[in-house]
């Protein structure tokens, strides 16, 4: 008996003192401070595309969104064309992203022309 309540007397204060401990499991390894951060960029950038008006400037835009994902620019009839590329949504779970994740934005000469959906820009 006197061993009995030694042996209680003795693992009580382990018992207390193990009941703040948090177990943490990898989940695979990903780092979802990463996968928060993405999906606020893409929420802010899909918040101010749907905002802008055609016509609107490729500084009023970088000034807004910032450095775009992606960017191209070539001329065409003697106009020149730039389109940038800005995430918008997450389909892979890759952490890299690709053009059908984005929004873009074409511009004749500066002067916003047409957006749409990454993955369905044609050169025309």
Known sequence: ???TVLVLLAATPLLFSLSGCVVKINDDGIN???VVDSEDRAYKNRKHIAAVNLGASIADIEEKLGVA???ETYSENEKTVKVLYYRTQRKHKDGLTTKDECTYLQFVNGELIKTGYG???KKS
Do not use: A, P, Y
């Open 1 to 3: 008996m006197k061993k």
């Open 32 to 34: 979802h401070d990463f």
């Open 69 to 71: 994902d992606f960017s």
């Open 119 to 121: 993955d369905e820009f």
